[in-house]
Structures are given as C-alpha cells and as structure tokens.
C-alpha cells in the first residue's frame, strides 16, 4: 500500500483529512482530493473495477485462447497488488501504528480484524487462481460462468474488507500518525515499488481516476515519473486494456 501524499495538502486546509465513517466513499470527488488517503481510495477502487471487468469478461461467450490468457494474466496482476497490498499493511503499517495505540482495546481490535480478514481472502484468490487455470486451457461458457462465480465471490468478501478499512481503519492510522511519520511510510513504500513497478502501477491506479485525484498522486513522485505516466504508461496502458475488456 502506497500512502504517502503530501501533495494534496494546501495551506489552510486540514492537511489530515479523510473521508469519514458514514460519509460517501466519493465526498469532495471532483472538488478536492481526499487527504493522505487519496492514493489509498484509488488502489480499493482498482481493485472493485478490476474484479467486475474480469467477471463479466470471463463469462462472456466467443472468448478466444489469447483473450483467455490475457484475462489470465491481468488477473495476476490484481491478485499481485493485492497480496502486495496486504503484505505492506500487515508487515509494516500494523507494527508502525501498533506501538502507538498501547491499551487502547478498540483501535488494536480494528487492526486485529484488518489482519484476519487478509488472512480468510487467500483462499478467494486461489479459488480463482485455480479456475482461471481450467479456464485458460479450456475456455468454455461453462468455466467462465464457474469462474466468474469465483470472481464475483472473491469482490464481494474484498469489497467489504476494503470499506471496513476505509470507514474504521483510516481514522484509526488518521489519529496514531503524525504526517511526518505517515509520508515516512509512504516514500519508503513507494520507493519499494521502482521505476519498472510504477509504469503499470500507477496508469492501473489512474484508469477512472478522477483528474483532480490524478494530478495530486503524480505530483508525489519525481518530474520524470509524471512525464513517463503522460506520454508512455498511460497510453500503453490504455492501448492494452482496449481490446482486453470488449
């Protein structure tokens, strides 16, 4: 999980803010980005785009062996964000915010069920894994439906864990991070993932995005990385996806 974001704050505004527990995932869309956590909204919402395009692709009928293995491979690309995203949650966010919340119950109990729930999702995504194996070799309507089935559990479990981190999670790093210990997290978990990582990384985290969002994630990184996004990632992206999903 990258969440470093110190572009998105300006002078006078609550450079913490996030969305809040009852408010819309979208609130301030369109107006402003959504604090530290903007980077984070975008990764959960490629995640429930991805899960659904993957689902309704798979079950569609003509699908031919080399669209069966590019579904394949995309799904693998998903399925490596998202044990990276976890990865970086449980072995470094959890024990950077742990410290900080000593003998308060709630909050540890909140970490606690963000943990578990990783754990209870591994075995959604290689049931899927294994179905888009049968698939690839055989892609017939019936497997594709069986996988889609798959899929569609898989978003449906993902998708309450990902709200559950957004309406009781956030709050909860919100209050035990200073912003200097957050973008600390954030430029060594961005730095992790390199030059090569972040061409289809961020073009992925981009598809959908809202402009305002967009242009407040990319004036994170260096000036070459926001070049490359413009002129080479984000098209190669675009041109890879177009035939992928129709």
């Not at 031919?64 to 998903?78: E, I, T, Y």
């Not at 309406?167 to 954030?186: H, K, N, Q, R, W």
Request: proline share 7%; hydrophobic share 40%; glycine share 6%.
């Amino acid at each position: 999980m990258v969440v470093s974001d110190p572009a998105v704050d300006e002078p006078g505004r609550d450079e913490r803010m996030i969305a809040m527990p009852g408010e819309p995932q979208d609130a301030g869309k369109a107006d402003k980005p959504r604090g530290r956590f903007t980077i984070v909204y975008l990764i959960h919402e490629a995640f429930r785009r991805d899960l659904g395009r993957l689902s309704a692709s798979v079950r569609a009928s003509g699908v031919d062996a080399s669209r069966a293995n590019r579904l394949r491979a995309h799904w693998q690309f998903v399925g490596d964000q998202l044990h990276h995203h976890h990865q970086v949650e449980d072995e470094s966010l959890w024990p950077l915010v742990r410290p900080k919340l000593k003998g308060r119950a709630a909050q540890l109990a909140v970490l606690d069920e963000m943990e578990a729930e990783h754990l209870a999702l591994q075995p959604r995504c290689q049931a899927v894994e294994d179905a888009f194996a049968a698939y690839s070799k055989e892609h017939s309507t019936p497997l594709g439906i069986e996988l889609g089935d798959h899929l569609d559990a898989l978003g449906s479990e993902l998708g309450a864990h990902l709200t559950a981190e957004e309406t009781d999670c956030f709050p909860v790093i919100d209050e035990a991070l200073t912003v200097e210990e957050f973008e600390s997290f954030g430029k060594a978990t961005a730095k992790a993932v390199g030059m090569r990582g972040s061409a289809r990384f961020f073009p992925w985290i981009f598809d959908g995005a809202d402009p305002t969002e967009r242009t407040a994630v990319l004036s994170m990184p260096p000036p070459p990385v926001r070049v490359l996004c413009k002129l080479a990632w984000e098209p190669r992206y675009q041109r890879q996806v177009a035939t992928l999903w129709s």
